[in-house]
Each structure stands twice: as C-alpha cells, then as structure tokens.
C-alpha cells in the first residue's frame, strides 16, 4: 500500500465548476500537508499548506485536512481554463522530514 | 527574484553515455534535493543534501550520484544513462528552520535516453 494514494484523474469539468481534490494517507504521524500545482513541462509550485487538522482558504482555493480519517482535500471554486494543471498533494510528518507526494491529479478545465 | 534554476532543461543522450543535470539556488537554502518524476507518477527522492551531509534514499541505484560543491550549486550525475531513466529531474531546496519546510522547484531537466 502507497503511503499517499490520489486518484490520478485526468478530471474534466466545465469553466466555473466547483473542483474538489483528494488524497488518502496511511501514516498518522503526517503534520505538514501541502498542495502543490504543476503545470505542463514545468517543476511543482506550493499552492496551499495545512498544519495538523483544518481548513485553510486562499481566494477561489480551500484545504482541508481530516486526520482522524486521514484524509485531505482542496476545492477549487469558480475553476478558470487556468487552473488546468496537474495537483499534488503532499505531506510531512515534521517541518524536516521527508515529504511524501501523491501521483497527481490532472485537471482540465474547459472554456 | 530569488529562485531555482535547473540547467539544461531538456537533455537528450544516449544510451550509457553519462549525463550531468545542474541545479543552481539564489534562495540561500542550506537543503538540497533531487527528485525524479516519471510520466503521470510522483516525484520520487534520489537523495538530498542538509549543508553538506549527503544522504542517500535507500532505493536510489548506484548509477546516480551528485556533488554539492557550495551552497548555491548541485549536480546530479547519472553515469550510465538506460532507458528507465528517462524522466524529469527536479531540484528543490528548502529551509530547516522557522518554517513548513515548503519545497522550492526548479523548472526541471527532462531527459531523453535514445
């Protein structure tokens, strides 16, 4: 069993759709969570991060974390063609430890 | 802007010729790592430096190696390049102190072994 499973997609969802990504992690001892985006031919960008438990928002972007289900999630509201990427999720079991990312989730979001 | 720059960005060699992928960092980071990403799957961690102390993930085959000869540089050496190694190469680097321990990417170096 991967310590971080995400489905991989691809998703596809109509321009302004709520998007709602997820992983699943087996290792309780995971405190940093982090979403990172990755557009085509291009290294990861840090789009959100969550310590322990929560939501956390940012504009159209909102992480949650739920550890006793260990289980994370972002949404994505009001989806732009530019929001088209891949999204992966990531995590750490302290700020020094080594970060587990999940496969990816490819989005795309049509006009 | 302080960031993260990988050189070359696409290289292209042939099968056992040795490659070098550059990895430079304006960040002042004192934690470096390499990672390695295939097509629709994770980035897997080949190894990472704190300062200078190299340390090596277990399943890392011997045919990588690197040398971080200062701060701001690393290098990834793949000695004899075989098809499986084709992928995109990411540095990252992050800070150990004070913080989420948030990873910063280079653009990457996608490699080709014809």
């Known amino acids: 069993q991967k310590e971080v499973e995400q489905d991989p997609g691809p998703l596809s969802v109509p321009e302004g759709a709520i998007v709602s990504l997820n992983c699943t992690y087996s290792n309780s001892a995971f405190q940093y969570f982090m979403w990172y985006r990755q557009y085509s031919r291009k290294g990861p960008e840090l789009l959100m991060y969550?310590?322990?438990?929560g939501n956390k928002e940012d504009g159209r972007f909102t992480a949650q974390v739920d550890k006793s289900s260990k289980y994370i999630s972002l949404f994505i509201r009001d989806s732009q063609p530019s929001d088209s990427a891949t999204y992966l999720c990531?995590?750490?079991?302290?700020?020094?430890?080594?970060?587990?990312f999940g496969q990816g989730t490819t989005l795309q979001v049509k006009p | 802007d302080a960031m993260v720059i990988q050189n070359p960005r696409y290289q292209v060699t042939q099968f056992g010729k040795p490659v070098t992928l550059s990895c430079s960092q304006t960040?002042?980071?004192?934690?470096m790592y390499w990672y390695q990403q295939k097509s629709s799957q994770a980035p897997k961690l080949l190894f990472h430096y704190y300062d200078k102390d190299f340390n090596n993930e277990a399943d890392t085959p011997d045919n990588f190696q690197s040398r971080r000869p200062n701060t701001s540089f690393c290098f990834l050496d793949i000695r004899s390049p075989g098809l499986g190694d084709a992928a995109m190469y990411l540095c990252?680097?992050?800070?150990?102190?004070?913080?989420?321990?948030?990873?910063?990417f280079g653009e990457g170096s996608r490699l080709t072994v014809l």
């Open positions: 990252a680097t992050s800070r150990t102190s004070g913080n989420t321990g948030e990873l910063f």
């Open positions: 960040l002042n980071h004192n934690v």
């Open positions: 969550t310590y322990s438990s």
């Open positions: 990531a995590m750490r079991p302290g700020n020094t430890g080594k970060l587990i």
